[in-house]
């Protein structure tokens, strides 16, 4: 072949290769285009009764006009269906372990841990007791979800990558989203349970509760209740340094943390609310910023939802649902905090001593059943997984024993959606009495009225309180109940407190000896609720833009008494004996006091408590990690006032051996935590920001098995302000998944703040609309803006 002849035979080839590529892509658009929701034009939609229109805003926020409740709730289901589908499915799949399914084989071990509890069938027992008005709802929900799935011309993008196509919806799957949030928000196998048993097993019980308080002096209770912490047990209680020496525990290994989570506020929430008095306007406001794992797309989706002359309604939906689960209705708003009650007990089985297939009741022997769950495997064979079950629950094995687990979410009536009772309710009054139906994890209850009414109660299924019985630890099977109970009308609440306030951060907020079972220690740190008391103590009024102040506030109160003791550590000579350490005492005096992304002192003063509160504990805890090495802090997270104690006490018997006083300690912390830096994080150590630790980069579940699929689908990965111990949240982990603060009747002046965007489509021109404002904190309306987009539905 001549050379112009292969020249032009390598132009016609790169041509067919570039024209194959253009037409693959032009390909790929078109699917992906074919999945976007239909945001304008007329539609007919089975069973509806009458019109209804979808306007949308500039950020995709859809406000729904119906002049019914069931057309409402019907194409609320096509809305969230075309613009949420793939997040629904997940949802209904990851609590009835069904994502093997769409993953295959790489979903098996995830299905069969959330088959434990057989969530689908009791999804299923739940949704056929509903009564007929919340049943017909449903359907009308789940027949909308349909129609939407059906109207796409493709089906949703993420299935194309799968190659699987998306399943209908179901009324049971509605139940099943809501068991996801309990499985989110409680510990559905009673992991802490089992972690404070071995506590108790072994160290004297004085050190057990010394260990397992339900409260710090950082407190800030809503009834005013204090918890003093209890006195260091003397060394003829137990002298821990003694025994690890006896036992040869001091090695630094022997009791090692590896990482900072049992030290962090974990998932849960800020709600607060203020009295017609103490605002500005006259009008009693309520706050909420709910903090949970960040995705794409977000977990909540804003809505307007109205009902001609009937109901008016703003706030997030879940999608899978069709209630407002936080907002306002104009005549009542509402938001919630996890209350972090104590919803699951281990029941210790006691076996026949000749066939371990049997196990001690009240009422005798009885012989464990099994339930057999059929895993379905996408491009595999099925896989049958055996539970055993017992009449406390299914069974697990630990440390040699087996337990019988009960959880509240298994309870029939403890999912339902009874929430939605609230689009009718008037005031405060009604809506604290209204909460005991509630079916979904129990939570903070914060709501307010257009009188100027405010009041907290805990919402949703608690189970009855047990006051004699020490429920955090294995129950003997003579103490357990076969079912969990509801707590009812001896629920705590609080309306129109003295001073105008109410502030809950997930931690304690009434008396914890009166009312066990609330937290039992499993609160939150009381400092991020006392910081927001405090922000709304400074102002002798408060009005949306001071509530947003608070929401933002990531001023690090909680860490100053940490950053005195890291900067009276580090003296000269400390100093000297690393160059690093040098440099950390340069950098101290730059302390900002706030968990700015930039700020380099506030990470090594907060990494420094870490290391402190790993090695206090080590001492505490060696011989308790000899014996079960994995033992856990899990959800430990009242030690800050324990340790905080023991440092300033200094008791040389609660002192790991490694260490000849809490002088080295300290100074072991310091190496601890340069180190445990410097492996995740190679660098000078004046480059460590807070910034470079504190990101999260808010995924789409696809980018875990396509990582190249990031670019194009993910949030930016923006180092933001903020921590695990103050009003403005921001952790690994995630964040506020949503922001507002609104005044029913006044919801013109209120705003709300969403991560990612309203659609779950890349495509979409909401997949990211608004994201900007939540990250950066400038706030946007809370109620929808100028219509940009209308959908007509017709009969």
Known sequence: MSPSKTKRWAWRSLFAIASLCALIVAGLYGVLNASLAQLDGYLQLPMLKHPVSVQRDALGVPTITAASRLDLARVTGFVH?????????????????????LFGGAGLSHDKKRRFHGLRGIARVSASQLGAADRELLEAYTAGVNSGLKALTAKPFEYFALNQSPAPWRVEDTILVIHAMWLTLTDENADRDLNLTRLHEVVPAQIYDYLTQRGTDLDAALDGSEWPVLPIPDAHVYNARARAE??????????????????????????????????????????????????????????RLQVTGKLDMTGVTLPGTPAIVAG?????????????????????????????RQYLTQSGYKQLSVRTEVIEIAGGEAVAHAIDKSIWGPVRDADGVRYAVQWMAREVHA?????????????????????????????????????????????????????????????AFDQASVTLGRIGAAAPSLVNPA?????????????????????????????????????????????????????????????????????????ASVARRDPRF????????????????????????????????????????????????????????????????????????????????????????????????????????????????????????????VPQLAKFL???????????????????????????AVSPGKEQLGYFHMPAGQSGHPLSPFYRAGHSAWVHGVATPFLPGTKQHLLQFLP
């Open 81 to 101: 269906a075309q613009e949420r589908f793939f997040q629904m499915d997940l949802l209904r799949r990851d609590a009835a372990g069904e994502l093997s399914q």
């Open 246 to 303: 006896a036992l040869s525990l001091a090695a630094p290994a022997s009791a090692a943390i590896g990482s900072d989570a049992h030290l962090e506020g974990l998932q849960g929430s800020n709600n607060w609310a203020v009295t017609a008095k103490r605002s500005a306007h006259g009008g009693a406001i309520v706050a909420n910023d709910m903090h949970l794992m960040l995705r794409v797309p977000n977990l909540w989706f804003r809505a």
């Open 328 to 356: 306002s209705t104009g005549k009542i708003a509402w938001g919630f905090t996890n209350s972090y009650a104590d919803t699951a007990d281990l029941v210790r089985l006691e076996l026949h001593p000749d066939d371990p």
């Open 415 to 475: 999912s339902n959606i009874a929430l939605m009772r609230f689009e009718h309710l008037d005031n405060v009054a009604q809506a604290l009495d209204g909460a005991r139906a509630v079916g979904m994890p129990p939570q903070n209850l914060v709501v307010v009225d257009t009188a100027g009414n405010a009041g907290w109660a805990i919402a949703g299924a608690l189970p009855a309180l047990r006051s004699q019985i020490d429920r955090r630890r294995a129950l």
């Open 499 to 571: 001073d105008g306030n109410l502030y809950s951060a997930n931690s304690r907020l009434v008396d914890a000896n009166s009312h066990p079972g609330l937290g039992d220690g499993s609160y939150a740190l009381g400092a991020r609720q006392a910081q927001i008391r405090d922000g709304l103590r400074a102002h002798a009024k408060v009005d949306e833009a001071v509530m947003l102040d608070i929401a933002l506030d990531d001023r690090a109160l909680f860490l100053e008494r940490w950053r005195a003791l890291l900067a009276a550590s580090l003296t």
């Open 582 to 705: 040098q440099k950390i005492r340069e950098l101290l005096p730059s302390w900002s006091g706030r968990a700015l992304p930039e700020d380099v002192a506030y990470r090594w003063v907060r990494e420094f408590r870490t290391s402190v509160t790993d090695l206090v504990m080590q001492g505490l805890l060696a011989e308790v990690r000899a014996r079960y090495p994995d033992f856990e802090l899990l959800k430990m997270r009242q030690l800050e006032g324990v340790v905080w104690q023991i440092l300033g006490a200094r008791p040389q018997h609660l002192l790991s051996p490694q260490f000849a006083d809490y002088d080295a300690l300290l100074v072991g912390a310091l190496k601890r935590c340069v180190q445990r830096v410097a492996d995740e994080f190679p660098g000078p150590v004046q480059e460590r920001t807070h910034g470079e630790y504190n990101r999260s980069p808010i995924a789409h579940p696809l980018t875990r098995a």
């Open 714 to 740: 993910n949030m930016p990965d923006e180092a933001q302000p903020g921590d695990a111990f103050m009003p403005r949240v921001r952790r690994r982990w995630g964040g506020a998944s949503q922001r507002f």
